[in-house]
């Protein structure tokens, strides 16, 4: 089930104790997946390329990219200070490609994928993916499917937060990271 695992009211993690982390949570527990054809969303093929994720539903994932995207690198670039300075959780810039990724979330638009890949994300990619060390996607998931389907084997940039992907997603919340539906 959605939400399984994730830490409730560990003083260890700062996060687990705010009044929107708990409120999120029980969102996404009570949350269900919304039962969309595999013309409509990418996740719905069983085996596909959605395979291994956590079951977070697209609406309840933080964003930190916008239509602005001088804006989302800055929203990026301001989580990753929040992150160390509040939590001392370190990041850093890597190459991935979209095999070594998982996703976390359990929607993907494929009409916005295939729009991405009209617009040729795969060879102007401006802001990089945010993923945990565990190798899950946090925020990019409508870009990495498109490198997934064209171009799986070529790297993407990516900043990964050292915490596994659980963690990250709490600490987005608390922090207060947009969320948008599908």
Known sequence: MAGDGFPINNYEKQWTQSTAYKKW?????K???IKRSHTEDLCS???GICKGEIGIPRGLMPQFTLRRKPFSRKLLNDFRRYVKKRYGIKSRKIMK???ELNPSQNEISRHRVEGLM???VIEKQEIPLLIS???YIVDGHHRWAAFRLKAPKRPIEAVVIDAPIKDILGIAVDWGAE???F
Do not use: P, Y
Request: hydrophobic residues 20%.
């Open 97 to 99: 490609t979209a095999k």
């Open 45 to 47: 093929v069983k085996g």
């Open 133 to 135: 060390k565990n190798g």
């Open 31 to 33: 949350t269900k997946k």
């Open 118 to 120: 009209e617009d040729n």
């Open 179 to 181: 969320h948008h539906a």
């Open 25 to 29: 949570l029980r969102k996404v527990r």
